[in-house]
């Protein structure tokens, strides 16, 4: 199984700025991850898939990069919607297919 | 327009049966493009892949539940089906049924989750 490591869990960041989230394979997944937003008492959202593809109607504000084993999400000029939990997903050797366990961006 | 739907009893007890529909609108499950998938959350943790099926009945389980679980497709309701046997507190959780792309493999489409608890 494929471990998906998240860093960090929570993350404080000014409305405004750019916050950088990180996402760590236990082994190559190639390109085969994608991103989530979650906000409370909701279901996941498609962010972004295949490393760097914006999902349907995502804004150019957030941006995706990485291969292999080191992922990153970009969320730039953060405005008070995008303060959310966002989740990794591998989907590169499945089953089963995992998760990371998350990491809530919060205002500073 | 897509729209999932989970339903089924909100409360199981312990050691039984624990069963949802997703039933879904807007697109035909029999579509070749795409899995049909569950996901939990316990509440305040993290999402868990349960498992997957396709149209054909070819199904793919996460091994941890795998003694566990059944995934079952009805085309002619257009809806999916989760059962999970012998359910324990552990089992509580918000259960999301979720449209997975073919071969790629992430959920593009999520219904809105139902919370299931495990009591006795």
């Known amino acids: 199984e494929i471990v998906m490591t998240q860093s960090p869990a929570t993350l404080s960041v000014s409305p405004g700025e750019r916050a950088t989230l990180s996402c760590r394979a236990s082994?190559?997944?190639?390109?085969?991850l994608a991103w989530y937003q979650q906000k409370p008492g909701q279901a996941p959202r498609l962010l972004i898939y295949g490393a760097s593809t914006r999902a349907t109607g995502i804004p150019a504000k957030f941006s995706g990069s990485g291969s292999g084993t080191e992922f990153t999400l970009t969320i730039s000029s953060l405005q008070s919607e995008d303060f959310a939990v966002y989740y990794c997903q591998q989907y590169n050797n499945w089953p089963p297919i995992t998760f990371g366990q998350g990491t809530r961006l919060e205002i500073k | 327009q897509l729209q999932l739907q989970e339903s089924g009893p909100g409360l199981v007890k312990t050691s039984e049966t624990l069963s949802l529909t997703c039933t879904v609108s807007?697109?035909?499950?029999?579509?070749?493009?795409?899995?049909w998938g569950w996901i939990r959350q316990p509440p305040g943790k993290g999402l868990e892949w349960i498992g997957s099926i396709y149209c054909s009945g070819s199904t793919y389980y996460n091994p941890s539940l795998k003694s566990r679980v059944t995934i079952s497709v009805d085309t002619s309701k257009n809806h999916f089906s989760l059962k999970l046997t012998y359910v324990t507190a552990a089992d509580t959780a918000v259960y999301y049924c979720a449209r997975q792309l073919r071969p790629a493999g992430h959920f593009d489409y999520w219904g809105q989750g139902t919370l299931v608890t495990v009591s006795s």
């Open positions: 807007g697109i035909s499950v029999s579509s070749s493009n795409y899995y």
């Open positions: 082994q190559s997944v190639s390109s085969n």
